[in-house]
T-cell receptor, first 119, second 114 residues
Framework: KAGVTQTPRYLIKTRGQQVTLSCSPI?????VSWYQQTPGQGLQFLFE???????NKGNFPGRFSGRQFSNSRSEMNVSTLELGDSALYLC??????????????????FGNGTRLTVT | AQSVTQLGSHVSVSEGALVLLRCNYS??????LFWYVQYPNQGLQLLLK??????LVKGINGFEAEFKKSETSFHLTKPSAHMSDAAEYFC????????????FGEGTQLTVNP
């Protein structure tokens, strides 16, 4: 089975621009979550989608948004980029055997991330 | 609210020596605990997880961890370090209502010296 795929791997944007990152989960995984990783703040949860609905949201400003499509692929968007948005953005997928919303015990399968640099 | 504290942001061991990476958690409900490893320019890979079954959990690559409720700890160990173990290790906590929301520790960078 193919793993979680994130595109692009690297992005360089200018302050004030917007960016869209893409994530394709493992086949059959219906839950997709996003995390931001920075040297200063570590790994922080952004949001989670299941069946095209946002189920959980972290403590990030409204400039950070996401969506999920019917094939479980997900995108996250950051508008009006700031220098502090420079980070590795990680997508993870998970599943529960009965196909319902994942349980906290379900392990996450991470992609290799998108490295965003804002200049 | 949940939190995770990893003691020691950097740990250095010799090849063949014991690896011990410390993790303490705080959770108001029975937790699920995870250890992930991250190699340079890669995402996180699951090493092992505790989900209220056996308190001693065995994972991949010879790693194991023991859940100690009285100490609120979930330390990661490996009897004999290998050069390929050099990476960053993250402890994380969730609970039955968390979905995919994990709270991560700050990470421990493991260096293995020849």
């Amino acid at each position: 089975k193919a793993g979680v795929t994130q595109t692009p791997r690297y992005l360089i944007k200018t302050r004030g621009q917007q960016v869209t990152l893409s994530c394709s989960p493992i086949s059959g995984h219906r839950s997709v979550s996003w995390y931001q990783q920075t040297p200063g703040q570590g790994l922080q949860f952004l949001f989670e989608y299941f069946s095209e609905t946002q189920r959980n949201k972290g403590n990030f400003p409204g400039r950070f948004s996401g969506r999920q499509f019917s094939n479980s692929r997900s995108e996250m968007n950051v508008s009006t980029l700031e220098l502090g948005d420079s980070a590795l953005y990680l997508c993870a997928s998970s599943f529960k055997g009965d196909g319902t919303f994942v349980h906290g015990s379900s392990p996450l399968h991470f992609g290799n991330g998108t490295r965003l640099t804002v200049t | 609210a949940q939190s995770v504290t990893q003691l020691g942001s950097h740990v250095s061991v010799s090849e063949g020596a014991l690896v011990l990476l410390r993790c303490n958690y705080s959770s108001s409900v029975p937790p699920y605990l995870f250890w992930y490893v991250q190699y340079p320019n890669q995402g996180l890979q699951l090493l092992l997880k505790y989900t209220s079954a056996a308190t001693l959990v065995k994972g991949i690559n010879g790693f194991e961890a023991e859940f100690k409720k009285s100490e609120t700890s979930f330390h990661l160990t490996k009897p004999s370090a290998h050069m390929s173990d050099a990476a960053e290790y993250f402890c994380a906590v969730s609970d039955p209502t968390s979905g995919s929301r994990l709270t991560f520790g700050e990470g421990t960078q493991l260096t293995v010296n020849p």
